[in-house]
């Protein structure tokens, strides 16, 4: 599926709820900095990180996989190695019913992945950050409902 700016655009003007995988507690890392962007606009993030499972991390408390998230999660922002992202799609697929958006960070691609997500009907970018999409997309302040 091509990733045009109205399909990104439509994207990230739906989802209300984002679990970040590889949720970084160090505000150097990417993952870290994007959540923090997201929570700004008005996003619900819900970190997932093993390694930090319990902390408070967004405002939120950290768990351990996708399974332990109690609410619908509209979209996955995925901070993994593109060798990683077919387990975590899976999880994800077999977890959220209503799941709208699989979303790789930079750098992240999986054609496996994309298409396990495809044709659950779910909504793929791959390559692409959020953090640098909204100023692009949404030149003027954007917040989320």
């Known amino acids: 599926?091509?990733?045009?700016?109205?399909?990104?655009?439509?994207?990230?003007?739906?989802?209300?709820v984002i679990a970040c995988v590889g949720a970084s507690p160090n505000p150097a890392r990417p993952s870290h900095y994007v959540s923090q962007f997201l929570?700004?606009?008005?996003?619900?993030?819900?970190?997932?990180?093993?390694?930090?499972?319990?902390?408070?991390?967004f405002g939120e408390t950290v768990v351990a996989t996708l399974d332990e998230i109690d609410m619908p999660v509209d979209m996955i922002?995925?901070?993994?190695?593109?060798?990683?992202?077919?387990?975590?799609?899976?999880?994800?697929?077999?977890?959220?019913?209503d799941l709208r958006t699989v979303w790789m960070q930079l750098g992240v691609e999986s054609a496996e992945a994309t298409a396990l997500a495809e044709t659950r009907g779910v909504t793929v970018i791959q390559n692409r950050c959020p953090k640098i999409e909204i100023p692009r997309l949404f030149p003027h302040t954007f917040s989320v409902g």
């Open 1 to 16: 599926m091509k990733q045009s700016d109205e399909l990104i655009r439509r994207v990230l003007s739906d989802a209300r």
């Open 39 to 57: 929570v700004a606009r008005g996003y619900r993030v819900i970190p997932v990180n093993p390694g930090q499972a319990g902390n408070r991390l």
């Open 77 to 97: 922002d995925v901070f993994r190695r593109s060798d990683q992202v077919v387990p975590v799609v899976e999880a994800a697929l077999k977890h959220f019913r």
